[in-house]
Nanobody
């Protein structure tokens, strides 16, 4: 059974940093791409970043490039999202998702999310 558990969310002032973690179990972790998504209040979910299973290459939404970094530790079955220079518009529930076929908007398995609130 695929399980993804996010942690690390919280309240931070603008300009601050947070590191989110996504702990995975129930599948062969290094074979799966892991994506990070977020959903702000009243808005649709959007992709933030993704780290591929094949070569570990990464994708970032334009608005987070240079501020967010995603990495994976296959030995610990964990993916991280380091978020620096946070802005109020980064506020939302952050989800990680996994898919054997790679990165995309509609990945197979999802975590429950962790709330990030950036105050101005």
């Amino acid at each position: 059974q695929v399980q993804l558990i996010e942690s690390g969310g919280g309240l931070v002032q603008a300009g601050g940093s947070l590191r989110l973690s996504c702990a995975a179990s129930g599948f062969t972790f290094d074979e799966y791409a892991i994506g990070w998504f977020r959903q702000a209040p009243g808005k649709e979910r959007e992709g933030v970043s993704c780290i591929r299973n094949s070569d570990g290459s990464t994708y970032y939404k334009d608005s987070v490039k240079g501020r967010f970094t995603t990495s994976r530790d296959n030995a610990r079955n964990t993916v991280f999202l380091q978020m620096n220079s946070l802005k109020p518009e980064d506020t939302g529930v952050y989800y990680c998702a996994a898919d054997l076929m790679g990165c995309g908007d509609d990945m197979d398995s999802w975590g429950q999310g962790t709330l990030v609130t950036v105050s101005s």
